[in-house]
Nanobody, 115 residues
Framework: QVQLVESGGGLVQPGGSLRLSCVAT????????MNWYRQAPGAQRELVAGITSDGTTNYVDSVKGRFTISRDNAKNTVYLQMNSLKPEDTAVYYC?????????WGQGTQVTVSS
């Protein structure tokens, strides 16, 4: 099994930056796709960014040019660098990892963008 531990959330002013981290432990062999999702109160959980084991990335349109997903395979860690944050980025952010037949979730970390 895989365990995902997230960190880096917090309160930031509009225009500020945060970096989220997700460390994967356990049976991590075979993990390919890793993602960051977010969920605002009363809203659907949405995919924010994804990255494959070979470094291919994708982003939801609303964060393109502001967020960067990356991974450090030696540390089994995935990052989400968030710049130029907006109030609409406020949500609980979840780390996600997928195998062919399994999906794993972190506990979530709160990101609040407010003056």
């Amino acid at each position: 099994q895989v365990q995902l531990v997230e960190s880096g959330g917090g309160l930031v002013q509009p225009g500020g930056s945060l970096r989220l981290s997700c460390v994967a432990t356990g049976r991590i062999f075979g993990l390919n796709q890793m993602n960051w999702y977010r969920q605002a109160p009363g809203a659907q959980r949405e995919l924010v960014a994804g990255i494959t084991s070979d470094g291919t990335t994708n982003y939801v349109d609303s964060v393109k040019g502001r967020f960067t997903i990356s991974r450090d395979n030696a540390k089994n860690t995935v990052y989400l660098q968030m710049n130029s944050l907006k109030p609409e980025d406020t949500a609980v952010y979840y780390c996600n990892a997928r195998r062919i037949s399994s999906t794993y979730w972190g506990q979530g970390t709160q990101v609040t963008v407010s003056s």
